[in-house]
């Protein structure tokens, strides 16, 4: 029996008003009976194009070229859109991110299956809701007649995810398609996720799955391809590929992934010598706290977001706040930031009241506390350039004409040059953007930074560029962060100290290294073991 | 996948050519359409600033032996039934039709503004007893409220003005207050409180700005609408009185011969169509600069 | 679909009861801050006696507070009570229910219409299938929105009764007199819910989840009709009803170019002879009409996205 994925030298291109734009330049595909292969690789890599191109919904505008495109043994290149609908949700079933917009939220869960069965004519009319009940069962939704009948919106992100691969399955297709099919959950829901694609992999499904995360594909994957440019720049067995990387580009990307091996390391190559030491840490004088919390809590309505949170930020440390979505972590920034009142508890910055106080009396102390938030340019005045984005902080006592040199300045710190000074942030990257916001923080030499996910929507090597630079400029100023993630591996990699908080409480706290080697609580245990490790030892 | 002609995969190169050729068309066509509305604009412009330099006759001159002329080389737009020349009536027209949209415009936008701010920077309650009272207000058929309007004050060119201003203030004055409100809330403002801004600097620096970034574009589209309104209610006899060249009054002089003579009518019509429609095309686009830029 | 929960149900039905009433509010205010004296504003042109004036202050109550006035005015209003007309000789509620159905009829048939038609080119111009037929519409869209209707109907007028004469120029009494009406009605709001549809029709297909439906193996037909219309009834759902809540001012204009009896020669009548009580009671009478149909508006969303039935 052949392959069910056969393509050789495949080339998608992009008509756009500002010219043709290559997405895919030639890659060759096989996908086996049975087998799971993985497509990692960052945004613009080509490997969505890639995924989507295989059920024919490239686009309108897609181009399409290649010397070999089967599907289950059938040539699909001059396939007619009728011929196209035959095969998907038949052939090959698709499941993207985040079913709140992948399903129709004004349709109910059941109807989106139900859709499938009757376009295919799966089953007969009459027995169609009993197969979607049994289809949700199968995808372990508990209760699947009630659920059935409910909408997205009312569905947890993982059960909703559940529903969305069981309406891919329905149509019983040999293939299933999944684009970062668990990119958008929890850590823990991500692990039920990928525990159920490898439970139907062994029931003899095929998997094509495409992610940016290398770890999240290790648990499942047989092979896996790396994409960059639309070119693929290494596949091999996983296991191998992992062990012993042979494209500098795979290396790299192992490289960047933040984790408990990486501390004290440089995790990109281009801001030094790669997986060279990282300057020392800046001395933690734990007795000179910087700021303490006392007792926060917060309520909407009868909801408590935040119970009876309480912590210490000693001069020159780093504090990791990590949880789920939901668990209040963000509650608790905002608080910190003295953006928020809380409605109990109290915080006090450089030792002196910061919550319960006017405005006014705060004002003094802001600029020796500054925030990083996890849109940057949501942050920046829309109408405004980088210059002044940047000279917005900078000590008003500082004269007109030294201010541009000192935005300069500034911009040559986070390793941007002065020819941005023009430039809206709309035009940057979203590393640049970043980099900006943190020029911007820095320039007021703050005692503590508040970092809430602000690596979190970059691509892991733009990620790491960004992590080594706030461990670049913690040690040369000697600030202190407290930094909020839901990725414990980036906590790991540059917190001293961590807290972890579930449904508003901190279920636990201490040295990282306690924290993560020994977890106390069943929480933490649950998280660290949801974790998708990759398996490098025996790396150089 | 694109299209795809006996059985050959459309990867051919006429697909890129055609999709790029629709692409340049779309951007002349929209190009063409800007310059007629900004062509049609300043030639409408030059009528209200300077009316003679289009038509140097008067516009109530009367010709006895010369009424309900048909269009032809000497009269345009043909002779009503006084024997007044059409065109003439129509470019003096424009000046009092003009005249009454951007007054009444200024006084929507002006009070929008204001109200609009007002609601989106205070608290709760006064936010709140504000945005009912405007709600309330937009319950209104916009020109059955200028009607009570003017039944209290009487018909005339300044009643009309205020009518039309307060009848579409409630609407930019939402619009203001959504956007305030939606600039307060936004990312950059509460990184702003975080550098230690007053709260006069804030709503100074930052709040302001941006929330009154977009009111000269829907002042243009605001204007048509005010022209369409002045229009209807000079029709029902409630604007500038007979023999004003007005562009409402006219049409409704006109209809009476309407079975004769459709010029008198239709072509002052097309007047104020093409005006609200050169607006609403200018307005759109510049709304789309404005979006493009800030995505 | 399932069926809204009562709680959301009665909070939009609380709303618009709040509106209405400050709406009453303001067009009571509004006799007030007029100039002069309360009570000649309320005669008008009206034939001004000793007699008239002391039954005008008797039923106003003007010689009593102010609070007790408005309170008063009030409770007429919600026993449907809306005043004399001192002009007319006659109960405002008399005149109104005299000329409301002719004026009605025009409304509904002109609401339907304008529906149907938004829907058909909608559906049939949605996406890039027909390029040229979307340029089309689209200009026939801004063509319809930015003419005065009272133009449409002078046009049609000219062309269809004038030339062809297919209808007929004025009167009210049988069938054929409604069609030019209706359609010159029917046309701007057919313009204007066609661009909103379209462009919502547009943006829902940029949706994952349609990606997600194209991914199944259904006909561009079916994802249209079952997934982004419905998505884009949203937007016109709240456009339908402020344009139908506003119908009632358009349809004054509209019956003076067609000559037809109804509520528009009642108002027109009462604006310019001053007959302020059927004015303030048309002017009511509409934002309670508007009140309806926006409230049954937010119910038709409420039952479309079901994301709307959360507290």
Redesign the interface.
Do not use: C
């Given at each position: 029996m052949g392959d069910l994925v056969s393509v050789e030298d495949l080339h998608v291109t992009f008509d756009t008003p500002t010219g043709e734009v290559a997405a895919v330049r030639g890659i060759d595909l096989t996908v086996a009976a049975g087998e799971c292969v993985a497509i990692v690789g960052e945004s613009g890599s080509g490997k969505s194009v890639t995924a989507r191109t295989l059920v024919g919904l490239a686009g309108r505008d897609a181009r399409i070229r290649a010397a070999r495109l089967e599907l289950a043994g059938t040539d699909v290149r001059a396939h007619r859109p009728r011929d196209w609908r035959q095969v998907r949700g038949r052939v090959a079933g698709l499941v993207l991110q985040d079913a709140l917009v992948s399903l129709d939220p004004l349709r109910t869960v059941g109807a989106e299956i139900a859709e499938v069965l009757a376009t295919h004519e799966i089953v007969r009319r009459s027995e169609r809701a009993g197969r979607v009940g049994h289809l949700l069962d199968l995808v372990h939704v508990p209760e699947p007649q009630r659920r059935a009948r409910q909408h997205p919106h009312q569905l947890s992100g993982g059960l909703r995810q559940r529903a969305l691969i069981a309406s891919a399955l329905a149509g019983e297709p040999a293939l299933l398609i999944a684009d970062e099919p668990t990119t958008a959950l929890d850590v823990t829901v991500q692990a039920q996720i990928l525990a159920l694609l490898a439970e139907r992999r062994a029931a003899g499904l095929s998997l094509l799955l495409i992610s940016h995360d290398l770890a999240v594909v290790a648990q499942i994957a047989d092979r896996v391809l790396v994409m960059r440019d639309g070119r693929v720049v290494e596949q091999g067995p996983t296991e191998r590929l992992l062990r012993a990387p042979e494209h500098p580009y795979t290396r790299q990307l192992l490289d960047a992934v933040p984790s408990a091996s990486s501390r004290g390391r440089r995790l990109s190559a281009t801001t030094g010598p790669a997986r060279t030491a990282l300057p020392a840490r800046p001395e933690v004088r734990r007795g000179d706290t910087v700021l303490t919390a006392t007792g926060l809590t917060k309520r909407y309505g009868d909801h408590t977001v935040v119970r009876d949170v309480g912590f210490t930020i000693g001069r020159g440390e780093t504090l990791g706040l990590v949880g789920e979505s939901g668990s209040g972590k963000s509650t608790v920034a905002r608080i910190v930031a003295g953006l928020l009142e809380p409605d109990e508890g109290t915080v006090a910055f450089e030792r002196t009241p910061w919550t319960s106080v006017a405005e006014r009396t705060r004002r003094p102390l802001r600029r020796q506390l500054q925030v990083i938030s996890q849109d940057p340019l949501g942050s920046f005045d829309p109408r405004w350039n980088v210059q002044r984005v940047i000279a917005e902080n900078l000590d008003p006592d500082i004269s007109r004409a030294d201010r541009t040199d000192h935005v300069v300045e500034l911009l040559h710190r986070v390793g941007l040059d002065r020819n941005l000074l023009g430039r809206h942030p709309r035009a940057l990257s979203g590393g640049q953007r970043q980099r900006v916001a943190i020029a911007r923080a820095i320039a007021t030499r703050p005692s503590l930074i508040i970092c809430d996910e602000p690596v979190s929507a970059l691509d892991v090597s733009v990620q790491a560029q960004v992590l080594d630079l706030l461990a670049d400029l913690r040690a040369a100023d000697g600030t202190a962060l407290l930094f909020i993630s839901h990725d414990l591996g980036v906590v790991h990699h540059l917190a001293d100290r961590v807290l972890v908080m579930a449904d508003g409480a901190v279920v636990e706290q201490g040295p990282v290294g306690d924290v993560f080697t020994y977890p106390r609580h069943d929480y933490t245990r649950s998280l660290l073991a949801a974790l998708p490790a990759l398996v490098t030892t025996g790396r150089p | 996948m694109t299209v795809t002609l006996d059985g050959v995969p459309a990867g051919a190169t006429f697909t890129s050519t055609t999709e790029r050729a629709a692409a340049a068309t779309r951007r002349r066509r929209l190009r063409i359409g800007l310059i007629a509305a900004g062509a049609y604009l300043t030639v409408l412009l030059v009528a209200v600033l300077w009316p003679a330099a289009l038509a140097p006759g008067d516009p109530l001159a009367a010709d006895p032996l010369n009424v309900l002329a048909a269009p032809d080389g000497s009269h345009w737009f043909g002779t009503d039934n006084l024997g007044r020349d059409v065109w003439t009536r129509v470019v003096h027209g424009a000046g009092h039709s003009i005249t009454i949209a951007v007054a009444a415009t200024a006084v929507a936008v002006t009070g929008g503004v204001l109200l609009g701010l007002l609601a989106g920077l205070s608290h709760r309650i006064a936010d709140e007893t504000l945005s009912r009272t405007l709600d309330a207000l937009s319950a209104f058929p916009t020109l059955l409220l200028a009607m009570l309007f003017i039944a209290i004050t009487g018909p005339g060119t300044v009643s009309l003005i205020i009518a039309i201003g307060l009848v579409t203030l409630p609407r930019h004055a939402r619009v203001v207050r959504g956007l305030t409100q939606l600039v307060r809330r936004s990312g950059y403002v509460e990184q702003a409180v975080t550098f230690g801004l007053s709260r006069p600097r804030l709503v100074l620096r930052h709040i302001l700005p941006n929330a009154i970034g977009p009111i000269p574009v829907l002042a243009v589209i605001g204007l048509g609408e005010a022209v369409l309104i002045a229009a209807g209610l000079s029709f029902l006899g409630m604007g500038p009185q007979p023999p004003s060249p007005e562009w409402g009054a006219m049409l409704s002089e006109g209809r009476n011969y309407l079975h004769i003579a459709w010029w008198i009518t239709i072509l002052p019509g097309l007047a104020v169509t093409a005006t609200v429609v050169s607006l609403t095309v200018l307005g759109r686009h510049w709304q789309a600069r404005l979006d493009g830029r800030h995505r | 679909m399932?069926r809204p929960p009562l709680r959301s149900v009665l909070r939009r039905v609380a709303a618009g009861v709040?509106?209405?009433w400050?709406?009453a509010?303001?067009?009571y205010l509004?006799?007030l801050a007029?100039?002069g004296d309360t009570v000649d504003?309320l005669i008008g042109d009206g034939v001004d006696t000793p007699q008239i004036r002391a039954d005008i202050i008797a039923e106003w109550g003007l010689d009593r507070p102010a609070v007790v006035q408005y309170l008063d005015y009030l409770w007429r209003l919600v026993h449907g009570d809306l005043g004399r007309s001192y002009l007319l000789q006659r109960p405002v509620a008399e005149v109104i229910g005299e000329q409301l159905a002719p004026t009605l009829i025009l409304s509904v048939a002109a609401a339907t219409l304008g529906v149907l038609l938004a829907l058909i080119i909608a559906v049939v111009t949605a996406g890039?299938r027909r390029?040229w037929l979307r340029?089309l519409s689209s200009g026939t869209e801004?063509?319809l929105?930015?003419?005065?209707?009272?133009?449409i109907g002078?046009?049609l007028?000219?062309v269809l009764s004038?030339r062809f004469g297919l209808f007929p120029?004025a009167g009210g009494a049988d069938l054929r007199a409604l069609v030019l009406p209706t359609i010159t009605l029917a046309l701007p709001i057919a313009g204007l819910l066609a661009q909103v549809l379209r462009d919502g029709v547009d943006r829902a297909l940029d949706?994952?989840?349609v990606?997600?439906?194209?991914?199944?193996?259904?006909?561009?037909r079916?994802v249209l009709a079952?997934?982004a219309l419905?998505?884009a009834l949203l937007p016109a759902v709240t456009l339908a009803g402020w344009l139908f809540?506003?119908?009632?001012?358009?349809a004054?204009?509209i019956e003076?170019?067609f000559g037809r009896p109804g509520l528009g020669q009642v108002?027109?009548n009462?604006?310019?002879s001053?007959d302020?009580p059927v004015?303030?009671a048309?002017?009511t009478l509409?934002?309670a009409v508007?009140?309806v149909v926006?409230t049954a508006a937010d119910l038709v969303s409420l039952v479309?996205?079901?994301?709307l039935r959360?507290s």
């Open positions: - | - | 399932g709040v509106v209405l400050v709406a509010t303001t067009a509004a006799l007029a100039p504003t890039d390029p340029r801004l063509l929105v930015s003419t005065p209707s009272f133009l002078l046009v007028l000219s004038f120029v949706e994952p989840f990606l997600t439906a194209r991914s199944r193996g259904l006909t561009e079916v079952r997934h419905r998505h809540g506003t119908l009632l001012g358009g004054v204009i003076q170019v108002t027109l009462a604006v310019t001053k302020m004015v303030l048309v002017v509409s934002a508007y009140v926006n479309i996205d079901p994301r959360r």
